[in-house]
């Protein structure tokens, strides 16, 4: 059973969202500075590249994101499903991420669609 850094996740989502030039790496970086700035335990920084780049592939081998010619990444239909139910702007963002920590494997794609389309977990 896989296990997944949600707030990473929601990171790269959020990045493959608002820039072109996608970097998951450099990503990984930006994401230790601001745990490190909010005072969290720090997850080693070639941990969090390595996890950064096999998300990477995850979301893209599994319809997350797609490459657009020219434009980098952009987000699927489930890509914005995922990201709606990650949104650490939203008050319980924890429920729904313990809905996808309980899953066998919560990015897999028919798990994942069975799951967003449940009113209890759905943005």
């Not at 969090?48 to 997350?64: H, I, M, N, P």
């Not at 066998?104 to 209890?120: G, H, I, R, V, Y």
Request: aromatic share 8%; charged share 30%.
């Amino acid at each position: 059973m896989p296990t997944y850094n949600w707030d990473l996740i929601e990171r790269l989502l959020h990045k493959v969202q608002t820039d072109k030039d996608f970097d998951g790496q450099g990503y990984a970086e930006e994401f230790a500075r601001t745990q490190a700035a909010e005072g969290v335990a720090p997850i080693p920084l070639d941990t969090l590249k390595s996890d950064a780049a096999r998300y990477e592939q995850v979301l893209r081998e599994r319809g997350f994101i797609r490459a657009e010619a020219g434009q980098g990444y952009t987000l699927t239909e489930n890509g914005a499903r995922l990201l709606a139910l990650l949104d650490s702007s939203i008050p319980d963002k924890e429920h729904p991420r313990d809905v996808l920590n309980g899953q066998a494997d919560a990015l897999d794609p028919a798990t994942f669609l069975e799951l967003s389309n449940k009113p209890q977990i759905a943005p």
